[in-house]
């Protein structure tokens, strides 16, 4: 697992794979965020494996420890 956040759009990313290669996403699942304050989408592969979470205003939600990792 690897996070990386972008400060200049405040956007975390939490890669659950090794490696996503280009075009290994196959779908986006946009969240339901009616009872947060971000946007949350869960990028899948072809075969339904989870591969890693994209959290837009992410410091809003995620401890601070985590964004400075």
Same mark, same amino acid.
């Given at each position: +697992?690897n =996070?990386?956040? !972008?400060?200049?759009v405040d956007?975390a990313?939490?890669?659950l794979a090794?490696?996503i290669l280009?075009?290994?996403v196959?779908?986006?699942y946009?969240?339901?965020?009616? $009872?947060i304050d971000?946007? =949350?989408?869960l990028?899948? !592969?072809? !075969?339904?494996r989870?591969?890693? =979470?994209?959290? +837009?205003?992410?410091?809003r939600?995620l401890?601070? $420890?985590?964004l400075?990792?």
């Amino acid at each position: +697992m690897n =996070i990386k956040y !972008d400060a200049r759009v405040d956007a975390a990313y939490i890669q659950l794979a090794d490696e996503i290669l280009s075009g290994g996403v196959d779908h986006t699942y946009l969240c339901d965020t009616t $009872e947060i304050d971000a946007m =949350i989408n869960l990028d899948f !592969d072809a !075969d339904g494996r989870l591969l890693g =979470i994209e959290i +837009m205003d992410a410091s809003r939600v995620l401890p601070v $420890e985590v964004l400075r990792q």
